[in-house]
């Protein structure tokens, strides 16, 4: 099976790939339009700043090449926040794949030293409504570190509570998204990727 990381200006991609690795799924990191076409599966990870990275895609053909996709995609964190209609950081249009906005965490007053932002760490899943996600997955503890979320639409498949409810996951016909990092996330997050994989 050919499985492709996506290559852009964004963290976490050698983390990923490390986890497919241990998983016995040898995965190509690439930006060669070409090679992500052609794959069986496609990982969109993330790390970083909306704006920026919007802007990076744009410039490398990366967002027309993302959207155009029939294979299974799976976006993570940032991934996840590109591939809704619009994100708050910076004012950002996004890829428009999911019609759910991207909003940042407001703490409740007199609650700023309890829920901090961002939201860090560890926390439950519920709702879930997706392939990706085993049975025993339902309220489960997966690895979030985001500071702006997805708000709760017609495309959530798993659903996380801090500070309000909001979007764990996200799917559409053959775009998968999570919020939390599968890759960070234990055997939990194994699972999900070997899920995702066995599509």
């Known amino acids: 099976m050919n499985i492709v990381i996506i290559k852009y200006n964004a ?31 496609v990982i969109f990870p993330g790390v970083g700043e909306a704006s920026t990275t919007m802007e990076y895609l744009r410039n490398q053909g990366l967002d027309k090449l993302i959207v155009s996709l029939k294979q299974p995609v799976l976006g993570i964190c940032l991934g996840l926040q590109l591939m809704c209609s619009h994100s708050e950081e910076n004012n950002t249009s996004c890829l428009g794949i999911f019609d759910e906005k991207v909003t940042r965490f ?29 049975k025993e997955t339902e309220n489960q503890y997966v690895y979030f570190v985001h500071s702006f979320f997805a708000k709760l639409g017609e495309h959530t498949t798993a659903t996380c509570n801090y500070i309000n409810p909001f979007s764990a996951a996200l799917q559409k016909n053959n775009f998968y998204a999570t919020q939390f990092h599968p890759e960070k996330s234990g055997t939990v997050g194994a699972k999900i990727l070997e899920n995702f994989i066995n599509l």
């Open 106 to 134: 407001i703490p409740n007053p007199g609650e700023e030293f309890i829920t901090k932002v961002p939201h860090m760490g560890w926390n439950s899943i519920t709702n879930l409504k997706s392939r990706i996600f085993s």
């Open 11 to 41: 963290g976490n991609i050698e983390s990923v790939n490390n986890a497919l690795s241990r998983l016995g799924v040898k995965a190509e990191i690439t930006a060669d339009h070409e090679k992500i076409r052609n794959a069986d599966k």
